[in-house]
């Protein structure tokens, strides 16, 4: 089998950018961060997207990864996906240009969007054309991706009882079986 889930998350990744005009879960586009944006450690950015109205997507897992080095930094669990978007204030996340958040459902591994590529840089000019939006929670990430670390913020109607957490191999695994099937797909087409 895999050897290693190193090179599953930016393979799976990859293969589902690439292969996403194919995907068959309607239309989820995550439309900030934008590509090569800088987000600086020590302010709060928006993360905002939109979806299809009857896709039957309610709640959202949100995690943040990077192309080249392994882990996840949990992001919120259970958003109810029509608040449209959600900010993030950073405390001391490192620095790296090659970040991506994840939209999916990591309980069975079913990635619906992925942002643009951008960066976090350490600290620095905040953007004064990237303003947290007012009327949507704040979620604070604190440092780099910890295995045992739980999600920042859990929201829906399950908050008060944090579901048990299942191993993110069984999810990476299946978000990269579903691209390798796209890919066959794909494939298969031509
Ligand atoms: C600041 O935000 C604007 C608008 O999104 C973007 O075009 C620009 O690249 C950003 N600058 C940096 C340094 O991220
Ligand atoms: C993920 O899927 C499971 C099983 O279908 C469901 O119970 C759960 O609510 C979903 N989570 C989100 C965030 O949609």
């Known amino acids: 089998m895999f050897s290693s889930r190193q090179l599953l998350t930016p393979l799976s ?5 690439t ?4 995907a068959a879960h309607g239309y989820f586009q995550v439309t900030a961060p934008t590509k090569g944006i800088e987000w600086a450690n020590g302010q709060t950015y928006p993360v905002t997207w939109t979806k299809g109205l009857l896709d ?8 943040l990864t990077r192309m080249s080095t392994d ?3 949990l992001v919120a669990r259970d958003v109810p996906s029509q608040t449209g978007g959600l900010n993030i204030a950073l405390n001391s996340v490192p620095a790296g240009d090659d970040y991506f958040l994840l939209v999916l459902n990591s309980t069975h591994g079913i990635m619906y969007a992925t942002s643009q590529p951008f960066s976090i840089v350490n600290s620095g000019s905040s953007n004064s054309s990237v303003q947290p939006i007012a009327s949507k929670p704040t979620v604070t990430l604190s440092g780099g991706p910890n295995p045992t670390a739980q999600f920042a913020a859990t929201f829906g109607s399950s908050s008060g009882a944090l579901r048990a957490w299942h191993p993110k191999p069984a999810a990476v695994l299946s978000a990269c ?5 796209m890919f066959a797909g794909a494939v298969a087409v031509l």
């Open 13 to 17: 990744v990859l293969l589902f950018v």
């Open 177 to 181: 079986f579903i691209s390798l099937a």
């Open 71 to 73: 882990g996840l930094i």
């Open 56 to 63: 039957g997507v309610d709640f959202v897992d949100l995690e």
């Open 19 to 22: 292969l996403l005009p194919l």
